[in-house]
């Protein structure tokens, strides 16, 4: 169901997008200053290039900096379960080492023979 829902909102997004890059095949001219200041700083008119790819790049741009921007924010997160996973490895290991250290006889036969017998008291 999900799977049906994620491509139907896929197709969604597509045709919105073919729609917009159809409504706006005008071209538009894309320049890093206005007009007057272009001029006098010797910058180019700029670059011709239809509105519909402005616009897609404008959407593409805001995208790559709002991931930027959470995996930026979201470094703390990361950090902290580095060291979570560091101690729990560290655990890991030390209660591995403390079984092999006091292992008991498995067999409870054998674990009754082993342990220390204790006179009774004289009377």
Known sequence: MIRY????????V????L???????????LRLLPGDMGAYL?????????????????LLVGLALGFSWEWARESGHR?????????AAQL???????????????????ALLDRPQTLPAPR
């Open 79 to 87: 950090k902290a379960a580095r060291a979570h996973a560091r101690q």
């Open 5 to 12: 829902l994620r491509i139907a909102l896929t197709a969604l």
């Open 14 to 17: 597509a045709l919105v997008l």
């Open 19 to 29: 729609v917009l890059a159809l409504a706006n095949r005008d071209p538009v001219a």
């Open 42 to 58: 010797g910058v180019g008119e700029g670059i011709q290039m239809p509105m519909f790819v402005v616009i897609l790049i404008t």
């Open 92 to 110: 890991k290991r030390e209660v591995s080492t403390l079984r092999t250290e006091t292992q008991t006889p498995q067999d409870e036969v054998l």
